[in-house]
């Protein structure tokens, strides 16, 4: 299944963005990763199968807000509180982890194709 990812563009710091991803298929455990030219791909957040529990990176606890409407087949991403570091490549997934491989990209088996954000300081 190829995910699709949408919502990215060009924001100044302190704005907010709406990501959004589908499908979602079922019974998959939803992620969002993020990726620079410097930097290897890095674990954002991500929400277990029936949405009852989310994960976040330390990073973005607090500004970025993980949820999912499997009736709309959709897994979003609210970042609020944009930071120029927060700048990368946004990448969907979808994967059956448990709690250890939860933050491993390597634990995710389908992937979109990625949505660029870019926040001016």
């Known amino acids: 299944v190829q995910l699709q990812a949408s919502g990215g563009g060009l924001v100044q710091a302190g704005d907010s963005l709406r990501l959004s991803c589908t499908p979602t298929?079922?019974?998959?455990?939803m992620g969002w990763f993020r990726q620079t030219p410097e930097k290897e791909r890095e674990f954002v957040a991500a929400i277990r199968w029936n949405g009852g529990i989310t994960y976040y990176d330390d990073s973005v606890k607090g500004r970025f807000t993980i949820s999912r409407d499997n009736a709309r087949n959709t897994v979003y991403l609210q970042m609020n509180g944009l930071k120029p570091e927060d700048t990368a490549v946004y990448y969907c997934?979808?994967?059956?982890?448990?709690?250890?491989?939860?933050?491993?990209?390597?634990?995710?088996?389908?992937w979109g194709q990625g949505t660029l954000v870019t926040v001016s300081s």
């Open positions: 997934a979808a994967g059956r982890v448990i709690v250890s491989t939860v933050r491993s990209p390597n634990a995710y088996t389908m």
């Open positions: 298929p079922n019974g998959y455990s």
